[in-house]
C-alpha cells in the first residue's frame, strides 16, 4: 500500500508559478505510475499530467500543455507538478495518485491510491 501526501499549493496571482510535491510512503515507488489530477468546485475531477513508471514518458492535459512539467525523483519518493504562467481556471484542489498497472495512465480509473489533495488558487 501506498500513502501520498501532496504539499505546494496556496494563493498565487495569475501568471505566477507553483511547485507541488507528492511524497510517497513505501519502497516501491519507483513501481507505480503517478498522476496529478485537480478538481475544482463545482465540477468532476479531471486529468492534469502523469509519468510512467519505468520509462518516465509523460502526459499532460491540453489545458496545461507547455505551461506545467511533471517529474519524479525515486531516490526521494516524490513526484512534482511544476506549473508557470497561472490562470484563474487553474484554481481547484490537486491531488496526487499513484498506479501500480494500467495503460491508460491520464484516466482517474486506472489509479488506486489517492492522496488528501492540496489547494491551488489563482487570482486574476
Known amino acids: 500500500q501506498v500513502q501520498l501526501v501532496e504539499s505546494g499549493g496556496g494563493l498565487v496571482q495569475a501568471g505566477g508559478s507553483l511547485r507541488l510535491s507528492c511524497a510517497a510512503s513505501?519502497?516501491?515507488?519507483?513501481?507505480?505510475?503517478m498522476g496529478w489530477f485537480r478538481q475544482a468546485p463545482g465540477k468532476e475531477r479531471e486529468f492534469v499530467a502523469a509519468i510512467r513508471r519505468s520509462i518516465g514518458t509523460t502526459y499532460y492535459a491540453d489545458s496545461v500543455k507547455g505551461r506545467s512539467t511533471i517529474s519524479r525523483d525515486n531516490a526521494k519518493n516524490t513526484v512534482y507538478l511544476q506549473m508557470n504562467s497561472l490562470k484563474p481556471e487553474d484554481t481547484a484542489v490537486y491531488y496526487c495518485?499513484?498506479?501500480?498497472?494500467?495503460?491508460?495512465?491520464?484516466?482517474?480509473?486506472?489509479?488506486?491510491?489517492w492522496g488528501q489533495g492540496t489547494q491551488v488558487t489563482v487570482s486574476s
Open positions: 513505501g519502497r516501491t515507488f519507483s513501481s507505480y505510475h
Open positions: 495518485a499513484a498506479a501500480p498497472l494500467g495503460y491508460d495512465i491520464t484516466h482517474d480509473q486506472t489509479y488506486d491510491y
